[in-house]
């Protein structure tokens, strides 16, 4: 198993610009996870989808982050304009829901800087 | 992150001990976490515990946790230069939902 793999691994643009960030889950796992960590905030959860239904949103920064799961092994976090201030390292992580937090598995992070 | 509160910064020397510890907030959490994050790399799962349990031992890991004072430890035994890291603590919330503490940085001196 590859475990979650995210793309690109590092992703320089220029503010206003359109970043697109992708995670392919875990195969069989139904539930998947968008993370930012800055050092400032820590760790925070932007987004929580379940059966590729987005269940939890509530972390969303603001308008300018969108989130989608089109089927169960792809999802993808937009950002649209992008802002000096949504440089971070964001992680996509997915698990099995009856696991809990125990099987949750992390990608190793796209690392945005925007300039 | 900040209902779970950890310690920034622990320098041990290479085959002490370590122990980091954590307080959480969220009394009715089912279980409480370690996660270990090697830099530029993404959280790698240590180990966890259940809440009705007062300790775990894996190999060199031993947590600690007093549910009373809402307390979580890590000990790492015989500290080696591979463990330098930053360790999260990890509450969780509702059924999916994970609270993490702000890491605590360990660096071992030779």
């Known amino acids: 198993d590859a475990g979650v793999i995210q793309s690109p691994r590092h992703e320089v643009t220029e503010m206003g610009q359109e970043v697109t960030l992708r995670c392919k889950p875990i195969s069989g796992h139904n539930s998947l996870f968008w993370y930012r960590q800055t050092m400032m905030r820590g760790l925070e959860l932007l987004i929580y989808f379940n059966n590729n239904v987005p269940i939890d949103d509530s972390g969303m920064p603001e308008d300018r982050f969108s989130a989608k799961m089109p089927n169960a092994s792809f999802s993808t976090l937009k950002i649209q304009p992008s802002e000096p201030r949504d440089s971070a390292v964001y992680f996509c992580?997915?698990?099995?829901?009856?696991?809990?937090?125990?099987?949750?598995?992390f990608g190793p992070g796209t690392r945005l800087t925007v300039l | 992150g900040e209902d779970v509160e950890q310690s920034l910064f622990l320098s041990v020397r290479e085959g002490d001990s370590s122990v980091i510890n954590c307080t959480y907030t969220d009394s009715s959490s089912t279980y409480l976490y370690w996660y270990k994050q090697e830099p530029g790399a993404g959280l790698q799962l240590l180990t966890y515990?259940?809440?009705?349990?007062d300790m775990k031992q894996d190999q060199r890991l031993t947590v600690l946790l007093n549910k009373k004072d809402k307390h979580l430890s890590l000990r790492i035994a015989d500290t080696q230069t591979g463990d330098s890291a930053i360790y999260f603590c990890a509450e969780n919330r509702d059924d999916y939902k994970l609270s993490f503490g702000a890491g605590t940085t360990v660096t071992v001196r030779a």
């Open positions: 992580a997915s698990s099995l829901d009856t696991s809990g937090g125990a099987g949750m598995v």
């Open positions: 515990i259940f809440s009705n349990m």
